[in-house]
């Protein structure tokens, strides 16, 4: 069971918004719990978004079972990113700088799913205020090493935001 069961129950007896329940409830939870929780969460959308747009009906059992194998792929691929992951020496903090004004910033990132042999591609783009400005997903088949794909990431965002 749960360490937080019973701040759980207590949140979820209060009249919170679906949001708030959320936060409230990964405050309360071991980091352990906080992930498959929100592993969870993720498939029960994924499992939403099958039925509305792909008129497929996932399992119960199945959307436990993909949190699941989620979060155990997730933990493997972090463990493979810190065996090959050699810090260097930082001075000082490390912080986001906002651009010149009338200048954008863009964040990309990939995603990996060896389940689905595809890479997940993600682009923001936000102003000198942090001002949501933009914003592209994409698929791409087959995975490939890390670092080939932030390449091909980096030259997708280009591509983007050129025309």
């Known amino acids: 069971m749960w360490e937080g069961y019973s701040s759980i129950s207590a949140i979820l007896s209060q009249d919170y918004d679906n949001k708030t329940i959320v936060f409230k409830i990964l405050h309360v939870l071991a ?4 992930a498959a929780f929100c592993c969870i969460l993720w498939s029960i959308w994924k499992q939403r978004n ?5 008129k497929v009906t996932d399992a119960n059992a ?4 993909r949190a699941k194998d989620s979060l155990h792929e997730w933990k493997l691929a972090r463990n493979l990113q810190q065996t090959y ?3 260097r020496q ?17 964040n990309i990132d990939a995603s990996f799913s060896k389940h689905l042999n595809k890479v997940g591609l993600g682009m923001c783009i936000r102003d000198e205020h942090g001002t949501f400005v933009l914003a592209k997903t994409d698929w791409f088949s087959p995975i490939c090493e890390v670092h080939i794909r932030e ?3 980096l030259i997708s965002a280009l591509e983007w935001v050129h025309y």
């Open 31 to 34: 980091a352990e719990d906080a």
């Open 50 to 54: 099958n039925k509305a747009w792909n």
């Open 62 to 65: 199945f959307v436990l079972s």
């Open 85 to 87: 992951f050699v810090p």
């Open 90 to 106: 930082q001075h000082g903090n490390i912080c986001w700088r906002k651009p010149n004004t009338g200048r954008y910033k863009c």
């Open 151 to 153: 390449a091909i990431e």
